[in-house]
C-alpha cells in the first residue's frame, strides 16, 4: 500500500485516464507508470552500539538497491540521497560508509571487509524478493483482478523485474 501511495500521481495523458472506481484510481500511478519510487531504502546499522553509517535519504528508495553492486563491482561508490547524505566507498578490500558526508560534521564513519558487505546486500536482496513472493500470495487472494499487474508492478519497483 505505501509503494502505491508513493506513486500516486496525476496520471500523464500516455497513461490512460484514470479510473472511476477507489480501488482501480488508487492502482492507477502504480500499474501505469514507467519509473515507480519505493521510498526508503538500505539502514546500514551496529546492532551494538545502534549508531547509524547509511540512512536513506528522501530521495533514494528501494528501487536504488543495486546502488551498493556499484561500490562492490562498479565505479566503488555511491550514495544514498541528501539529509543525511550517506555514502558509501570502496577502499581496496574494504567499504567505508559515512553517515552524513556533507557539511562540517561529518557523520559517523565506518569501514568494513567488501565480503562482509556483500554478504549484508545479498541478504537484503533475499529479504525484498522473499517480501515480493509474500506479495504475490497476499494479492492473489485480496486483488485477484489486479494480482498479476500488482506482483509485476512491485517487482519493477523494487528492481526485481529482470532478475531471477
Given at each position: 500500500?505505501?509503494?502505491?501511495?508513493?506513486?500516486?500521481?496525476?496520471?500523464?495523458?500516455?497513461?490512460?485516464?484514470?479510473?472511476?472506481?477507489?480501488?482501480?484510481?488508487?492502482?492507477?500511478?502504480?500499474?501505469?507508470?514507467?519509473?515507480?519510487?519505493?521510498?526508503?531504502?538500505?539502514?546500514?546499522?551496529?546492532?551494538?552500539?545502534?549508531?547509524?553509517?547509511?540512512?536513506?535519504?528522501?530521495?533514494?528508495?528501494?528501487?536504488?538497491?543495486?546502488?551498493?553492486?556499484?561500490?562492490?563491482?562498479?565505479?566503488?561508490?555511491?550514495?544514498?540521497?541528501?539529509?543525511?547524505?550517506?555514502?558509501?566507498?570502496?577502499?581496496?578490500?574494504?567499504?567505508?560508509?559515512?553517515?552524513?558526508?556533507?557539511?562540517?560534521?561529518?557523520?559517523?564513519?565506518?569501514?568494513?571487509?567488501?565480503?562482509?558487505?556483500r554478504r549484508l546486500v545479498t541478504g537484503a536482496e533475499q529479504d525484498?524478493?522473499?517480501?515480493?513472493?509474500?506479495?504475490?500470495?497476499?494479492?492473489?487472494?485480496?486483488?485477484?483482478?489486479?494480482?498479476?499487474?500488482?506482483?509485476?508492478?512491485?517487482?519493477?519497483?523494487?528492481?526485481?523485474?529482470?532478475?531471477?
Open positions: 500500500m505505501r509503494i502505491a501511495a508513493c506513486n500516486d500521481f496525476e496520471p500523464e495523458e500516455e497513461h490512460g485516464p484514470c479510473p472511476t472506481d477507489p480501488l482501480g484510481s488508487f492502482l492507477h500511478g502504480l500499474l501505469t507508470m514507467p519509473d515507480l519510487f519505493a521510498a526508503g531504502g538500505f539502514r546500514v546499522t551496529d546492532n551494538a552500539t545502534g549508531t547509524v553509517f547509511v540512512d536513506p535519504g528522501c530521495c533514494n528508495g528501494l528501487e536504488t538497491w543495486r546502488d551498493w553492486l556499484e561500490v562492490l563491482d562498479g565505479t566503488g561508490y555511491s550514495s544514498f540521497g541528501h539529509d543525511p547524505f550517506s555514502v558509501a566507498e570502496r577502499l581496496g578490500d574494504g567499504v567505508r560508509l559515512t553517515f552524513d558526508a556533507h557539511g562540517t560534521d561529518v557523520g559517523p564513519v565506518i569501514e568494513l571487509p567488501t565480503d562482509q558487505v525484498v524478493r522473499h517480501f515480493l513472493g509474500l506479495v504475490g500470495t497476499w494479492a492473489e487472494r485480496q486483488l485477484p483482478a489486479h494480482a498479476a499487474a500488482v506482483t509485476a508492478a512491485l517487482a519493477r519497483a523494487l528492481d526485481l523485474a529482470s532478475t531471477p
